[in-house]
């Protein structure tokens, strides 16, 4: 892919980088800390990274940040795996998302909007005293600092509640939506033990209701360490019997008690997709995240008191830990619970126009599907409030950002983001002060050392190389649950590049510093020495109006040839002729390379994808190399299991 790019589609206005908190930050940590004054945003990156200890400080001090007891030094051991952030701290993740309600009271702090796409406000105040209820509710159960609390909740202030409530007392949360199965959940739970269980009795999705007792019922008979099972009547059920009434725990007016817990004190588990097996459970730390999101939402989405922050998501994945962390900066964070999608493509712009949303927050399949459904953001709905989309889930292709700008605003922050739930945070992405290029992230982050290595350990600039990041982040895992020596861990990240954090991404960074994703570096396709990533394949396929989606995969052969299969799933009415065959052929010869034209064009029924909507690349590798359905993919981490047994009896056929 050419990095030769030379036009921003986007430049922010003297007026803009005056005012972003960022440009702020800089001039204080200039005077405060050695930061240089001069060099925008570059020079401070280097700076936040060669200084580490020195930048991190100062994020701590920018945002005030409360220590119940000081650090005895920013970074102890910075070895990784393990490194030590803040060591002697105590902090309190929750004390600092609830700090709004002191000057702030009667505003909303969150703005919770179903499929109605009416929003009912929950003021900071209000939020403030649920959490203090459930707290001490939470203590008068038994549940103490380390213990696990789950929620398998939908994204409603509830779920909200829970989480900043779990962390006062200085417990774990973890959650899973509740489209997850019970296999899937209990994937997930059962490794953590949780002593209560936050549910609802069903959900409301595509204009539907969908009830859950029964997933509910095999919860509490296969989670043997539950005290206490919380019912929240969604639908209007009454609770079952021995369970509590959130009503029943969240109606005290008592003011919030924070545990003062240690800087790398557990806040919460997520969990990885688990395509392969088990999901990994990730343990990230309280005063890590803190710091990370106080980095990542105040300075480089540019978040504060007067924002409002949707983003689309499910307390399934990490981007809704991401949404709640707005607290932090005082913003207005706005939780939609329902399909994407209903009652129409637009359905998300609505929401964006009648919640005031500043930053719009959705994934890149969203986009591409709004281009595609011709749906007109700016034309149908008042959109002038956004000040910047951000996109992430894979990368956002350059028709999309292109149709952002034409379709939302010709003066559109446009920020494609990339990072995991391994960090729950971004490792490049959004800078409000640096310009725009099409298909390009605009920069790492700070305080990320991010190159891109050739197999060597070599850096490269302009080639796409493997994503590494070569100093500690404070919200990089503790550990992961049941991994006692740590191997499983260090297998994960660290067993490539021994003390180096390679995530398994494609990137190229380039010689202007913006970077550019192209999808994950396992499941590359090789052609004779030249690498490509499936993203590249898709956002060029995925142009033709006759292809809804698209697979590709690259499978090594016994005998040691290589077949690369193109799936795509069509478009209503659309037909896979020689034309059609020929067209996508031509595109990707064209727009790519010669030698990553596919062997086989086959139509599918379908595109599988994880609960989170990503799509599934290895495991269905595996199937084409003739591993059985059942050691190829954990049955409970895809969307449709339906779809790879489609893929499944291809291999069978082809053996």
Not at 207 to 212: F, L, N
Not at 216 to 243: C, D, N
Not at 441 to 453: K, V
């Amino acid at each position: 892919m050419s990095t030769v790019n030379p036009l921003p589609l986007w430049q922010p206005d003297p007026q803009r980088i005056a005012q972003a908190q960022i440009t702020r930050f800089q001039a204080w940590a200039a005077a405060h800390h050695g930061a240089p004054a001069e060099g925008g945003y570059p020079a401070l990156h280097r700076w936040s990274v060669d200084h580490l200890e020195s930048f991190w400080q100062a994020v701590t001090e920018w945002f005030d940040v409360r220590f119940g007891t000081p650090y005895a030094r920013v970074l102890g051991d910075r070895t990784m795996p393990g490194a030590q952030w803040f060591p002697g701290a105590t902090v309190n993740y929750a004390e600092h998302a609830l700090r709004a309600a002191a000057t702030r009271a009667d505003e909303p702090a969150l703005l919770q909007v179903d499929e109605t796409h009416e929003p009912r406000p929950v003021t900071w105040s209000e939020l403030r005293r649920q959490v203090g209820s459930l707290a001490a509710e939470l203590r008068a159960l038994g549940v103490r600092p380390g213990d696990r609390v789950s929620g398998y909740l939908p994204n409603i202030p509830e779920a909200v509640v829970a989480l900043l409530a779990t962390a006062a007392v200085g417990a774990v949360w973890t959650s899973c939506a509740p489209d997850f199965g019970a296999r899937s959940v209990l994937d997930r739970f059962q490794q953590v033990e949780p002593v209560v269980l936050f549910t609802v009795d069903g959900y409301r999705y595509g204009g539907k209701e969908h009830d859950r007792g029964d997933v509910v019922a095999e919860l509490r008979r296969e989670l043997p360490t539950l005290r206490a099972v919380v019912h929240i009547p969604l639908l209007g059920s009454a609770a079952p019997e021995g369970t509590l009434a959130w009503s029943d725990l969240t109606s005290a007016d008592v003011e919030p008690v924070f545990e003062q817990v240690p800087f790398d004190h557990p806040l919460w588990v997520l969990y990885s997709s688990g395509t392969t097996g088990l999901p990994k459970a990730i343990v990230q730390s309280q005063g890590g995240i803190l710091v990370e999101h106080l980095k990542q939402l105040g300075l480089h989405c540019d978040l504060g008191p007067g924002d409002r922050f949707f983003w689309y998501t499910s307390t399934g994945w990490m981007m809704w830990n991401f949404l709640v962390s707005g607290l932090l900066t005082g913003t207005t964070i706005v939780l939609y619970d329902g399909s994407p999608g209903y009652p129409d493509t637009g359905a998300q712009w609505r929401i964006a126009e009648r919640t005031g949303a500043t930053l719009f927050g959705t994934s890149a399949a969203y986009v591409m599907a709004c281009r595609k459904a011709g749906v007109h953001p700016a034309r149908d709905h008042d959109v002038s409030r956004i000040r910047c989309v951000a996109t992430t889930g894979s990368p956002l292709p350059p028709d999309g950002f292109r149709w952002l700008h034409d379709e939302v605003g010709d003066d559109l922050w446009i920020a494609s983001v990339s990072g995991g739930t391994d960090v729950c945070s971004c490792f490049a992405g959004a800078v409000p002060t640096l310009p725009v290029h099409i298909g390009e992230l605009q920069a790492p982050c700070l305080g990320t050392d991010l190159r891109s290595w050739d197999p060597e350990g070599r850096p490269l600039v302009d080639e796409v190389g493997e994503l590494v990041v070569t100093n500690p982040m404070p919200s990089m895992p503790l550990h992961f649950w049941n991994d006692p020596d740590g191997s499983r861990y260090h297998d994960s990240y660290f067993a490539v590049y021994p003390g180096v954090w390679r995530h398994g991404d494609w990137i190229t960074l380039t010689s202007r510093g913006s970077v550019i994703i192209h999808g994950r570096s396992d499941s590359t396709l090789n052609r004779q020495g030249v690498r490509m990533g499936s993203a590249d394949i898709y956002e060029a396929v995925e142009r033709l109006p006759e292809i809804r989606e698209s697979l590709v995969i690259g499978v090594e052969q016994p005998d040691g040839g290589y077949w690369m299969p193109l799936f795509v799933q069509l478009a209503p009415g659309a037909v896979l002729d020689d034309a059609l065959l020929d067209r996508i052929k031509r595109t990707i010869r064209e727009q790519l390379s010669p030698r990553h034209v596919p062997d086989e064009v086959i139509a599918v029924p379908g595109v599988p994808h994880t609960l989170t909507g990503k799509r599934i690349e290895v495991p269905v590798k595996r199937l084409l190399q003739g591993t059985p359905l059942e050691k190829a993919v954990n049955p409970g981490s895809v969307d449709d299991l339906g779809l790879l047994r489609f893929y499944e009896e291809l291999a069978r056929k082809r053996a």
